[in-house]
C-alpha cells in the first residue's frame, strides 16, 4: 500500500515514468462511467452516501470518472444488480449482506440473530481480521468489495397485532431477504415466513401478500412503510451490514491511482453515510409514532426466549456458512465485548 500511496503522492508525475503512461488520477483521456444503483429510496443515508461517494471520485479524478446514481431499485434488486456486476454490465451496487451470502455463503455468518450486542462491536468485528478476510472473499464471484456501509440493527413491523413476545410472531406472514438463515429463522419463531426483493415489498405489505417485514426505522420511516404497517417493535433481531461492491472487470481497468481513489471514497462516503445512518435510526422511531404506530418494547426476558428459540437454526447452519468463520467471528465478537 506504500507503493500506491508514493504513485497517488506523485500525481501526473507517475505518467513519465510509469511503464504503462497512464498512471495518473484522470487516466487516458477517456472518461469512465460507474452506474452505481441501490434499491433504497433518495431519501435514505445509503443514498446520501452514494452522493458523497460521486462527489469524491468526480472530483479526484477531474470527471475521469463520472458517477450516475440509480436509487429505488430503478438498476434491480439487490441480487440482479450484484449480477449485473459480475457479468460486467453495471459498476457499482451496495446490497446488504444477506443476499450476497447467496454469492459468498460466509457473509450469512451476520445473519445470525442476536449477534451483535451493539453498533460498537459491529465496527470492531467488521474492521478486523475476520471481516476483511470477507470482502476479500468476493473476488473469487468477480466482485471487488471496498468496504462495509451500514444498514443498522433491524425491527420488526407488521399490520396484526402488536409483537411482544416470542409467541407473538406465531403465524405472521414476515417478508424476509433472500437468504435461507433468515427464512429459518423467522420459522422458528413460528412465523410464516417469505423471502421477497426488497423492491417487492411495499406492494406486497399493501396488498396483504404479507403482514409485516423487518428493516431498521430509518428504512420503515424513510421508505413511507407506517402507510402501510401499524406496529413495530424493537427486536433489534439483526445488524445488516452493507457491503460497497464493484465489478471486478471494471476496477481491473482502472489505473493504480484510479483504484486507489475509488478504494478510499468508498471507505470516506462509507464513514459519512454510517453517521447519517445512526442519526436516522435515533430519531425516527419516534417519527413512526407520530404517523399513528404503535410501539412495542421487547424485555430483555422476552429476548432470551427468542435467542432460545433460534439456537437450533445457528447450529444447523453453522458449516453451510462456514464453521471457521463462525468461531473466527464469535471470537471477535468476544474481544470486541470484553
Ligand atoms: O439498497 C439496499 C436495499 O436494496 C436492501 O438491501 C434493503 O435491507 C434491505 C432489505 O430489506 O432488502
Not at 505518467?15 to 503512461?21: D, K, L, R
Not at 488520477?25 to 452516501?49: C, F, M, V, W
Not at 407506517?226 to 406496529?231: A, L, M, T
Not at 447452519?317 to 462456514?322: A, V
Request: proline share 4%; net charge negative; glycine share 8%.
Amino acid at each position: 500500500s506504500l507503493m500506491i500511496f508514493v504513485l497517488a503522492a506523485c500525481g501526473g508525475d507517475s505518467n513519465s515514468s510509469g511503464a504503462e503512461g497512464n498512471e495518473s488520477a484522470s487516466g487516458d483521456g477517456e472518461t469512465k462511467t460507474i452506474r452505481a444503483g441501490i434499491g433504497l429510496n433518495d431519501q435514505h443515508p445509503q443514498y446520501k452516501g452514494l452522493l458523497k461517494f460521486k462527489e469524491i471520485v468526480e472530483e479526484k479524478t477531474d470527471g475521469a470518472i463520472k458517477v450516475e446514481t440509480y436509487h429505488s431499485g430503478q438498476l434491480g434488486d439487490d441480487r440482479t444488480m450484484t449480477e449485473a456486476l459480475q457479468l460486467g454490465t453495471q459498476e457499482v451496487t451496495i446490497p446488504s449482506t444477506a443476499p450476497l451470502a447467496n454469492f459468498v455463503p460466509e457473509f450469512s455468518v451476520f445473519d445470525i440473530p442476536f449477534l451483535f450486542p451493539n453498533e460498537e462491536v459491529a465496527d470492531e468485528v467488521l474492521a478486523s481480521d475476520v471481516g476483511q478476510g470477507l470482502l476479500e472473499k468476493l473476488e473469487s464471484q468477480n466482485l471487488v468489495g471496498l468496504a462495509y456501509w451500514e444498514n443498522g440493527f433491524r425491527d420488526l413491523t407488521n399490520s396484526k397485532r402488536a409483537v411482544a413476545t416470542a409467541e407473538d410472531f406465531k403465524g405472521l406472514k414476515i417478508r424476509t431477504m433472500e437468504n435461507d438463515l433468515h427464512l429459518e429463522a423467522f420459522k422458528a419463531l413460528g412465523a410464516n415466513p417469505t423471502p421477497m426483493a426488497f423492491t417487492e415489498l411495499f406492494t406486497a405489505m399493501q396488498q396483504g401478500t404479507v403482514d409485516g417485514q423487518e428493516n431498521p426505522y430509518a428504512t420503515i420511516y424513510l421508505q413511507k412503510f407506517y402507510e402501510v404497517q401499524d406496529h413495530v417493535s424493537n427486536t433489534h433481531h439483526i445488524y445488516s451490514p452493507f457491503v460497497f461492491l464493484m465489478s471486478k472487470e471494471f476496477f481491473d481497468g482502472l489505473n493504480e491511482d484510479q483504484q486507489k481513489i475509488v478504494t478510499d471514497a468508498a471507505k470516506e462516503a462509507g464513514k459519512h453515510q454510517i453517521k447519517l445512518n445512526r442519526e436516522a435510526n435515533e430519531k425516527y422511531l419516534k417519527s413512526l409514532q407520530e404517523e399513528g404506530m404503535t410501539y412495542t418494547e421487547i424485555t430483555p426476558e422476552a429476548r432470551e426466549e427468542m435467542v432460545k428459540k433460534v439456537q437450533p437454526v445457528i447450529e444447523d447452519f453453522k458449516d453451510d456458512i462456514g464453521a471457521e468463520t463462525v468461531d473466527k467471528v464469535y471470537k471477535a465478537v468476544e474481544e470486541a465485548t470484553k
